[in-house]
């Protein structure tokens, strides 16, 4: 019977900076501590994460790759494009809440790479503003959206939906019911995909 590939040295680092991160939060996770865990010098993790920053970057990138995954799924799909735009914005709002609610260190790292402007964050608001802009982009060529401007249709999109596709904003808002934050959601993505089926 094969057996199962060692698991690769980078990825044994991340698994226990993301545990360390968790546990003490980014600030009081230490390169020294991660690898004192793993089992090997400090500048052996260098060789890997040539910062802590670049540690905690690829966290971060780590477990958006899976969403920005799904989302270029979604529009890729051959469904309409209202479907679509709102399926994306769902996706989005509850995979940030559900990190928020379940792992909110990580999610902390997240939300200041947003904030501080570092390259996960940018990385990630680029990807998200092009699947959301092929969508629209899409539904206008199509006569779904009858908005004149795909840029403005565009920041419709991430003004009205900003409280809960901007981590920063859902990191203030943890503290609101999910019921309640759920439904605020779904009443202002409906107003969104109204306006957007409206020209101007």
Not at 5 to 32: C, N, Y
Not at 91 to 96: E, G, L, N, T, V
Request: aromatic share 6%.
């Amino acid at each position: 019977m094969a057996r199962a590939p060692a698991e690769s040295s980078d990825a044994r680092i991340l698994q226990i900076a993301a545990e360390h991160v968790r546990k003490f939060g980014a600030a009081r996770t230490t390169v020294v501590a991660v690898a004192a865990e793993a089992g090997m010098s400090h500048a052996n993790v260098y060789r890997y994460f040539p910062s802590k920053m670049s540690l905690i970057e690829a966290l971060t990138e780590q477990w958006l790759r899976p969403l920005e995954a799904g989302l270029h799924e979604i529009a890729d799909a051959p469904d309409p494009a209202d479907d679509k735009l709102e399926r994306i914005a769902s996706a989005i709002y509850r995979a940030y809440r559900n990190k928020v609610e379940t792992d909110p260190n990580l999610f902390a790292v997240f939300a200041d790479a947003v904030e501080h402007g570092r390259a996960a964050g940018r990385r990630h608001r680029g990807k998200l503003q092009n699947e959301i802009s092929r969508v629209v982009e899409e539904g206008m060529a199509s006569g779904v959206f009858r908005q004149a401007d795909q840029r403005r249709a565009v920041a419709l999109v991430f003004d009205g939906l900003h409280r809960f596709l901007n981590p920063i904003a859902v990191r203030l808002d943890r503290d609101i019911p999910r019921e309640q934050a759920d439904v605020r959601f779904e009443r202002l993505t409906a107003v969104i995909l109204r306006a957007l089926g409206t020209r101007s």
